[in-house]
């Protein structure tokens, strides 16, 4: 079904969400060193800009750090039952938005809320708080939650708007294309729009030929009894000068 391949999907979009946040652990780490030269400004007679650097460091650290309790209770398997886990994960997503809603974490914190209201069955702040994240978030995290936002739309019988959200995701490029034609090409063939089933089917196959997803897309062109679409050839070596 296109929900279940959404739903795995997902747990893609999770690792990029969880990576992206070791890259701004990494910055933040950055930042401190920063504000303590900042301090050391400071001592010289550069008071204000160096305060606001040590407060602007600290108060980010402490987000990433509220963030992080957010995160590991996400993924805390051992929690039982699931409610006990995400009721938890939705408190610390919640604290993180009410202390640092203006800052990165803040925004990433509303996808793990989104998340986890979804899986608690609160569909429609679900819904609305993924898509706060897609409005809000900057390109290293809009694409991860316009996707996290199909599939809460396509596992609860919103399969049209999930179509909108993704072709406008596939349009933005803002997220792998293959994987995005894919659940594209997925909801389409569910729903009975065969032609644009295999379209999408296609692009893959034309469009990027080295996708995970190609095989699978050659395997549903078969069952449709679509003709299969013949990539184009690599591009040639440059010539040795």
Do not use: C
Request: aromatic share 8%; no cysteine; glycine share 8%.
């Amino acid at each position: 079904m296109p929900g279940a391949r959404l739903s795995r999907q997902e747990l893609k979009s999770q690792d990029e969400i969880t990576s992206w946040l070791q890259r701004l652990m990494e910055f933040l780490e950055a930042n401190q060193k920063q504000a303590l030269i900042a301090v050391v400004a400071l001592i010289v007679g550069v008071a204000g800009v160096a305060g606001w650097r040590a407060y602007s460091g600290s108060r980010n650290a402490a987000a990433s750090a509220q963030l992080s309790a957010a995160i590991m209770a996400f993924e805390d398997s051992t929690a039982k039952p699931d409610k006990v886990r995400y009721e938890k994960s939705a408190t610390e997503a919640q604290k993180t938005i009410d202390q640092y809603g203006s800052t990165n974490a803040g925004i990433i914190a509303k996808y793990y809320l989104a998340m986890s209201q979804e899986r608690l069955g609160d569909v429609t702040n679900a819904e609305k708080n993924m898509q706060e994240v897609v409005d809000r978030g900057d390109s290293s995290i809009k694409g991860v939650a316009q996707f996290a936002l199909a599939h809460i739309q396509a596992q609860h019988g919103g399969a049209s708007k999930a179509m909108d959200t993704l072709t406008q995701l596939y349009s933005s490029g803002n997220y792998p294309k293959s994987a995005v034609a894919f659940e594209l090409a997925q909801l389409y063939e569910g729903s009975g729009q065969q032609d644009k089933a295999k379209e999408y089917y296609g692009k893959i196959i034309i469009d990027s030929p080295e996708s995970r997803f190609r095989s699978e897309s050659e395997a549903a062109l078969k069952r449709m009894g679509a003709p299969i679409p013949v990539p184009p050839p690599p591009p040639a070596p440059a010539p040795a000068k």
